[in-house]
Nanobody, 126 residues
Framework: QLQLVESGGDLVQPGGSLRLSCAASKFTLDYYNIGWFRQAPGKEREGVSCISPNDGSTHYAHSVKGRFTISTDNAKNTVYLQMNDLKPEDTAVYYC???????????????????WGQGTQVTVSS
């Protein structure tokens, strides 16, 4: 059974930084596109950033562009989301997901994936 395990969520002040990790097991990253999604209370799940570990292509939601960076360490089978200049509106449960999609933009915009992690809470508050 393919597994994704997120970590790194925490309480942080506005303007702070966090790095989320998504460790994949029982499959290799380069077969799937990997994405970070988030869901805040009362809101729909949204795609934050997606990456193709195979060709390195990335996609970012407009709200996080310039502040968040997605990356992979294929040797560790891990995907990271570096989040800088965090804002209260970034508060949400963040999920890692894996999907076979034509491109990373399709994955992020559809919010549909084949496998999901359990989520990690990010709270931005003073």
């Amino acid at each position: 059974q393919l597994q994704l395990v997120e970590s790194g969520g925490d309480l942080v002040q506005p303007g702070g930084s966090l790095r989320l990790s998504c460790a994949a097991s029982k499959f290799t990253l380069d077969y799937y596109n990997i994405g970070w999604f988030r869901q805040a209370p009362g809101k729909e799940r949204e795609g934050v950033s997606c990456i193709s570990p195979n060709d390195g292509s990335t996609h970012y939601a407009h709200s996080v562009k310039g502040r968040f960076t997605i990356s992979t360490d294929n040797a560790k089978n891990t995907v990271y989301l570096q989040m800088n200049d965090l804002k209260p509106e970034d508060t949400a449960v963040y999920y890692c997901a894996a999907a076979v999609t034509p491109d990373v933009q399709t994955m992020c915009r559809s919010t549909v994936a084949d496998y999901w992690g359990q989520g990690t809470q990010v709270t931005v508050s003073s």
